[in-house]
Every structure is written in structure tokens, then in C-alpha cells.
Nanobody, 126 residues
């Protein structure tokens, strides 16, 4: 059974930084694409970033390129999202998700991820 648990959300001023973490259980973590998706109030779930099974390739949505960095540690079964230069439009609930269908690439649809964490709120004030 796969379980994903996020931590690290909170309230920050525009221009500030936060680091989100995701702790995974289960045997599939080290062979899966892992991703971060977010859902702002009143909006659809949006792809933010993904990382391939080994951590050698990363993918980002255009709005966060150069500001966010995704990483993973397969030995510890953890994934992180370093968020710098945060903007009010980054405010959302952020979800850690695992896609066992892929070992590489950037699945961008929420339907392509089969395991999800409970989400962590990130609020950026102006």
C-alpha cells in the first residue's frame, strides 16, 4: 500500500521561500515518476513539477521555472519542492503524487497520478 504525506506548507510573504516535503511508503517509489500538483480555490488542479525515477530529469510548468526546484531521495523515499520568489498566485493546496505508470516524462494530467497525499496549504501574501 502506498502512502504519501506532505509537510512544509504555511503562510509566507511575496518574495519569500518555502520547502515542501513528501514522505512515501510502499515499494513503488523508486521506480515511479513523482510530481507536485496544486489546486487554488475555484480553479482546476494544475501540474507544477515532476521528476523521473532516478532524479536525473525534472520538469516544470512555465509559471514556476527558475523559481521552484523539485528533488528526490530514493534511499529515504522522500521528495521535496523548494519554492523561492513566491508570488500570491502560487497560493494553493499543494499535493504530492506518484505515477506508477511512468518511470520518466512529465505526466501533467491529475488522472495520470494514481497515488496522492492529503495536501498542504501554501498561502503567499502580497
Amino acid at each position: 500500500q502506498v502512502q504519501l504525506v506532505e509537510s512544509g506548507g504555511g503562510l509566507v510573504q511575496a518574495g519569500g521561500s518555502l520547502r515542501l516535503s513528501c514522505a512515501a511508503s510502499g515499494r513503488t517509489f523508486s521506480s515511479s515518476v513523482m510530481g507536485w500538483l496544486r489546486k487554488a480555490s475555484g480553479k482546476e488542479c494544475e501540474f507544477v513539477a515532476a521528476i523521473n525515477w532516478s532524479g536525473s530529469r525534472t520538469y516544470y510548468t512555465d509559471s514556476v521555472k527558475g523559481r521552484f526546484t523539485i528533488s528526490r531521495d530514493n534511499a529515504k523515499k522522500t521528495m521535496s519542492l523548494q519554492m523561492d520568489s513566491l508570488k500570491p498566485e502560487d497560493t494553493a493546496v499543494y499535493y504530492c503524487a506518484e505515477s506508477t505508470r511512468y518511470t520518466d516524462g512529465a505526466p501533467r494530467g491529475s488522472y495520470e497520478y494514481n497515488y496522492w497525499g492529503q495536501g498542504t496549504q501554501v498561502t503567499v501574501s502580497s
